[in-house]
């Protein structure tokens, strides 16, 4: 087992490496930091010796190191709009981004574990065709219209829930507040979440359910409930653990495109203002962040994948 | 076809019911009918594609000229009304439905085509090969996919192509995978192992024999490659970062629906582009979930 989480490790590394070199790519490819400066009031000499100061005469792979030095000690450059720290605007959108992901995240699971085992276990009964299909619909609404219908029917019609901001403007918020402003865009990202979710557990579990150790505990004459609830669920939750894994890079995706429509103000909402106004600094950043969490959730979901089946690790 | 069923009547004397002298794409699509919700939606989709096809000829109105009042409510004239400047919004639903399809399978062509070019050779190969382009797929697979896309969304001018070629360079990590996968079970069987020992060329081996037996599950999956390309093409032209105006796509269709105005008055700006889009994506993947189980062998 040490020795393939070492292994899992090492392989790792590399891939992390690759992922700042990437990174590193995108930014010399969306320009120089140079361009930004140039201006009327600018002379040839003050850029020149920008460069220098900046570094930027260097050749690429020596830019690459010093930034990669840089980025060790926890510096991740300056916004070329507000001038502030990177890491620190990281650090203050992280918590309402966390706080929405985290809450969507448990919601869809909530729904989509219990209906994924409800209709493998009911394959082909009216029930599994009703939770398949909605399954397809729920991964099939693009976030954004549904965040639409949403606010036509809760906000504009019913006018029951805030439509944007985590906090009603004047007040201090307090939980109930939030919770209201929560309400829509948890919908929305548990939604599409649910949707993949839900048939990919009923197919996990299917498969159990076809296994021979389930034939086994059922020719013991030990009744469907049991069979179903000590045998059958407790091998389910190699796949959920997989489920968990997989939603980490769909959540930081649609933390994006729903703290705009929403104006929740998290890192979605940061990285999109970032990115109209050609933020590089900023994007990079978050780019970053978000891929190397993305390396560290698939490293522990493969860790604990082989925790919860041993036979993976002897592979 | 017809025919076919009398040959099988007077050699068996029960019609249609004898599958064994049927070929593949015949067995397939037998599968593929018992599967309800994907007849049907094969049938929708192919009805919209050819809406989409000749929205030249069904279109009432030119898609860009201004043929009616601002924000006309619909009528007999304007089925579905007009929209801020006065163009006819059946017309450009249309158009919107042309370009909308037009990118979804454009960018899957191109992600479907690396994939599994980079698929077949980590695969096959093996070794350092294998090792370099799984590392590769691994760190495009670890940057949030929109993220990625909204970056070379920023970097790139934003427009039709532009938008087809960042979905496709961006989303063949899971075909690379996934061919990847298939070709090293297949590289193990006897009759690939039989083609070695005969001597078979590399070229022949490749793409004669290991290509045909992995195209049933790339079929599947671009399907959902499909399903996702058209989503996130909606997602960014939403935006204002895809295919841009005067150009209609469905997501940008929507993006009136960012004022109140539109949001709360006059619905047929907004909700019909989203409709059409849900119709279109359901559809394609209720084809995709017939399309597993018809070439899955292991199905009846």
């Not at chain 2, 064994?20 to 018992?34: A, M």
């Not at chain 2, 039709?160 to 995978?177: E, M, Q, Y």
């Not at chain 2, 671009?222 to 204002?240: K, P, Q, W, Y």
């Amino acid at each position: 087992m040490t020795k393939y989480i070492i292994k899992r490790i090492l392989i790792a590394i590399p891939v992390l490496i690759g992922i700042t070199i990437i990174d590193y790519a995108i930014m010399c490819l969306a320009g120089s930091p140079l361009e930004m400066l140039k201006g009327p009031r600018v002379s040839e000499a003050a850029v020149e010796a920008k460069k220098i100061a900046m570094g930027l005469d260097k050749p690429f792979y020596i830019q690459y190191f010093v930034w990669l030095g840089q980025l060790l000690h926890g510096n991740m450059g300056y916004s070329v709009k507000s001038y502030q720290p990177v890491a620190e605007m990281i650090r203050s959108h992280l918590g309402p981004t966390l706080l929405l992901m985290g809450v969507s995240l448990i919601v869809s699971l909530i729904l989509a574990v219990p209906a994924g085992i409800y209709s493998a276990i009911h394959q082909y009964s009216k029930g599994d065709y009703a939770v398949v299909t909605a399954s397809f619909l729920g991964s099939s609404i693009p976030g954004f219209f549904l965040s639409l219908l949403l606010i036509y029917i809760f906000t504009i019609k019913l006018k029951l829930l805030p439509s944007s901001g985590m906090i009603t403007l004047g007040t201090n918020g307090g939980a109930a507040d939030v919770a209201k402003h929560m309400v829509m865009p948890v919908i929305v990202l548990a939604t599409s979440m649910a949707g993949s979710n839900i048939r990919y557990i009923r197919s996990a579990v299917l498969e159990i359910l076809q296994q021979d150790y389930l034939r086994t505990a059922r020719a013991k004459g030990i009744g469907r409930f049991r069979v179903i609830y000590k045998h059958a669920l407790r091998n389910a939750l190699v796949p959920i653990v997989t489920v968990i894994g997989m939603e980490i890079p769909m959540l930081f995706g649609g933390a994006v495109i729903i703290e705009q429509v929403f104006s929740w103000p998290g890192l979605g909402l940061m990285t999109m203002s970032a990115i109209i106004g050609r933020d590089y600094p900023v994007i990079m950043g978050v780019c970053l962040l978000s891929a190397v969490v993305v390396l560290i959730a698939n490293l522990v979901t493969d860790i604990l994948y082989a925790l919860v089946d041993p036979t993976i690790s002897l592979n | 076809m017809k025919k076919e069923k009398e040959k099988n009547l007077t050699e068996h004397g029960m019609p249609g019911k004898d599958i064994t002298s049927e070929s593949y794409l015949q067995t397939v699509f037998r599968r593929f009918k018992k599967h309800k919700l994907g007849m049907v939606s094969l049938v929708v989709f192919i009805v919209l594609g050819l809406a989409a096809l000749f929205a030249p000829v069904l279109a009432p109105y030119d898609p860009n000229e201004i043929a009616g009042s601002f924000s006309g409510a619909p009528c007999r004239e304007f089925l579905l009304g007009t929209d801020q400047i006065g163009r006819d919004v059946l017309s450009r639903l249309l158009y919107a439905m042309r370009i909308s399809l037009l990118v979804g399978i454009m960018a899957t062509l191109i992600s479907t085509v690396i994939g599994v070019v980079l698929g077949l050779v980590a695969g096959y190969f093996g070794g350092a090969a294998d090792m370099v382009i799984m590392r590769f797929t691994d760190m495009v697979m670890s940057f949030p996919y929109i993220l990625l896309v909204l970056v070379a969304a920023a970097i790139f001018k934003p427009g039709l192509w532009s938008i087809i070629l960042i979905l496709g360079f961006v989303d063949w990590p899971g075909i690379a995978r996934l061919v990847r996968g298939n070709v090293l079970n297949l590289r193990e069987t006897n009759f690939i192992k039989g083609n070695l020992v005969a001597g078979m060329s590399l070229k022949h081996i490749l793409f004669s024999e290991i290509l045909p037996n992995t195209v049933a599950p790339i079929l599947v999956y671009a399907t959902s490659v499909l399903a996702l390309s058209m989503l996130d093409e909606a997602a960014l032209s939403f935006l204002g970062m895809g295919v841009q105006p005067p150009t209609a796509s469905l997501g940008n269709m929507l993006n009136g629906a960012e004022s109140l105005t539109v949001l709360t008055k006059q619905p047929w700006l907004w909700v019909p582009p989203g409709l059409l889009i849900v119709i279109l994506v359901m559809a394609i993947n209720f084809i995709g979930d017939a399309l597993r189980d018809a070439v899955d062998p292991n199905s009846k």
